[in-house]
Every structure is written in structure tokens, then in C-alpha cells.
């Protein structure tokens, strides 16, 4: 007998990191597997694009508008599910309606899913938009839900103030395309090596904290530094790059990187990154510099597949030790994929996920 399965998440297939690399890559799985499945995005795909214009409020004001009528809509056809998948929440702004009808009145089992610690505020939401948003509706999904999905220890220890079934779920990548030919010493060469870092605008403030760093070492040994986002932060460097992110690139550019680097604030948004950005680059053989906060310590081993900094002065050495050791970088990126497969890839947790439908 076939299982049904809603899914419900705030953006279109295919366009957000966070659906992408939790659950979208398990889709296939769950055909094989007789799950059918369904998808609503709070954003349609036009919608979603025109939250990013400049200006144009009419057209987002109808893009949210839109997606509240969407979810009023898919309440009718709710009951004929076993289970509603929801990744971070169903609306927006506002208490958590849909959460609770679909959980108390249409009485489905929720299987809560959610990466980020999104019932704090970050620091860059006003107080109006902090209060419009709502974050307390959060550990209320928690409650309702039948199952919890986190992506580290610290929002799982958070879930489970509110629900009792807390699954810890990393975010994973698919490594038969995140991977990367065994790289050979190349002694001859003369490119410059590549630190990296990829993200959105929403995170390029991270860099700020590096950057002094990143100065002071162009002023020993040569470098390049690339930065792939969907906004160029015209980094003060003398040999910086910009690669504007696009999906159907995105494997190849993180290629010209040769190291990764990840800093963080030590505060307690940051304890609820899920580290993907490390994911990423170990994944094709990169090692990586971050910082030890959250669950960067778990998937940089320290010294075997990057290196954790909390100071100026061991960014700098690390990046500096790196930089100079090409025969170093190779190990570490050998011992990165070998983590990723084993621990963060779609083969290693395809049957924790399924596991979530028994």
C-alpha cells in the first residue's frame, strides 16, 4: 500500500540550498520506495524571483499575498496524506495557523524539518520585522510535530524541549556530483593557490572578521581569493575574484578552490549553522580553515581534515601552512571526502530518511 506524503516549504524546487541539500535530494528515493509524494512552496517560482528586485513592492506584496492563498488552498486537499513534511515553517509572518490546523484540527502526522536557529533573531531583523515574523511559532511546530528533523546537536537539544521523537538529520550532498579526481602534486605550476568562500549576501558579513587576516598574509605569500555568492562584496584585495553563484555551475566553481574557510561570531546563531559551507568543500577534496563554534569541530577534524582557528594569529598561520603545502592540502582533502561519504552524503543517510515514514 502506497504512503502519501505532502511536502510544504517556503520556496520552489530547486532554488534554495536548504531544501536542496535536506530533503530534495531524496525525492527519487521516495518513488522507489512507494512513498507518493506531493510539493507546495509557499513562494511560486515568479514570486520567489521577484522578492529579489529592486523596488517593484506591489509585485512582492502579491508574491506573499499569493502564497498565503496557497496555503489556505492546500488545507482541502490535506487529509488525504499520512504525513506533512514541513521545512522551517509554512508562512512567513504570523503565528502558525496552517501548523496548527493541519496538526490539531486535520490531526496529520508533522515531520518537522528546520537548519538554522531560526526562533533568535540574527542580529539584522528590526523590531517590528522581528515581531511580524514571529519566531516563537517555532518551538509551537516542534510541539504539534510527530517528529523533529535537526541539522546539529544544538537545535536537536532545542526540539527536544517541545517534542519527544528528535531525529539529528544532517544536511547532505550528493557525492557521485560532489567529488572531485584525486588531486596530484603539480610542482610546475604557476597559478596562484585559491582560498574560497561561498554563501549568500545574507552571510557575507562573516568575511569582515577575515579580511584584516587576509591582508596581512597577501603581504607574505601570493594567493587568490574567490568568493562565489549572489552579490560581489568587491573584497580590498590585490588578487580577489568573484564567481556569481549559479546551480548549474556551482560543483565547478567550488573546483578552483584549493582551500576552504568558514569563520563564524562565537555567538548563539551561529551554534545553529549546520556547516555546510565545509560539506561543500570536503566533499570535492578541499580542506578547510573555520571557525570551532557549532558543528564546525565535528566535520573539521583538526589537523587531519582542515583546521579550527580562534585567533587572527592561527588564521593566518593555518591559511599561511596551507598555502605553502600543496602535498598537505591533498591529504586533508583525501581525508574530507572520505568524512563526507561516510557521514554527509545521500548514500549514508537515505535510509535514516526513510526511516522518518515508518
Known amino acids: 500500500m502506497k504512503r502519501k506524503l505532502l511536502i510544504l516549504a517556503p520556496y520552489p524546487l530547486g532554488e534554495a540550498p536548504s531544501q536542496r541539500f535536506r530533503f530534495e535530494h531524496f525525492l527519487p528515493t521516495l518513488d522507489s520506495e512507494r512513498i507518493e509524494w506531493s510539493f507546495q512552496s509557499f513562494y511560486s517560482v515568479k514570486g520567489w524571483k521577484n522578492l529579489y528586485l529592486e523596488g517593484q513592492q506591489l509585485k512582492k506584496i ?8 496557497r496555503r489556505f488552498l492546500i488545507l482541502f486537499n490535506v487529509t488525504k496524506y499520512d504525513y506533512v513534511l514541513i521545512h522551517r515553517e509554512l508562512t512567513p509572518l504570523g503565528p502558525p495557523v496552517f501548523e496548527w490546523l493541519i496538526a490539531k ?19 539584522h531583523d528590526s523590531g517590528l520585522l522581528w515581531k511580524l515574523k514571529w519566531r516563537s511559532k517555532i518551538a509551537s511546530t516542534c510541539k504539534w510535530s510527530w517528529n523533529v528533523t535537526a541539522g546539529n546537536d544544538f537545535l536537536a537539544d532545542f526540539a527536544k524541549n517541545y517534542c519527544q521523537q528528535v531525529v539529528f538529520f544532517p544536511t547532505v550532498v550528493n557525492t557521485s556530483i560532489h567529488q572531485m579526481e584525486t588531486r596530484q602534486p603539480n610542482p610546475g605550476t ?6 574560497g568562500w561561498t554563501g549568500s549576501h545574507s552571510t557575507l558579513f562573516y568575511l569582515d572578521s577575515l579580511l584584516p587576516v587576509l591582508q596581512k598574509l597577501e603581504q607574505e605569500i601570493d594567493f587568490a581569493f574567490l568568493v562565489i555568492a549572489n552579490k560581489n562584496p568587491e573584497l580590498p584585495l590585490k588578487n580577489f575574484r568573484f564567481i556569481k553563484w549559479k546551480r548549474e555551475t556551482e560543483v565547478d566553481d567550488l573546483r578552483k578552490m584549493d582551500i576552504g574557510v568558514m569563520p563564524l561570531e562565537d555567538n548563539e546563531w551561529s ?4 556547516g555546510f559551507k565545509l560539506i561543500q568543500y570536503l566533499s570535492i577534496g578541499v580542506p578547510a580553515v ?7 569541530p565535528q566535520i573539521i577534524r583538526d589537523g587531519e581534515t582542515g583546521y579550527l582557528s580562534n585567533t587572527p594569529e592561527e588564521w593566518g598561520a593555518y591559511l599561511k601552512k596551507l598555502l605553502a603545502d600543496e602535498v598537505l592540502r591533498i591529504q586533508m582533502g583525501k581525508k574530507g571526502m572520505d568524512l563526507i561519504e561516510k557521514e554527509y552524503s545521500v548514500n549514508s543517510q537515505t535510509e535514516k530518511f526513510l526511516s522518518l515514514f515508518q
Do not use: E
Request: glycine share 10%; net charge positive.
Open 271 to 274: 551554534k545553529g549553522k549546520c
Open 290 to 296: 573555520a571557525s570551532p563554534i557549532g558543528v564546525n
Open 190 to 195: 604557476t597559478q596562484l593557490p585559491t582560498i
Open 62 to 69: 502579491i508574491a506573499i499575498a499569493s502564497g498565503y492563498l
Open 105 to 123: 484540527v486535520l490531526r496529520k502526522k508533522i515531520i518537522f524539518d528546520f537548519d538554522d536557529a531560526i526562533w533568535m533573531n540574527d542580529g
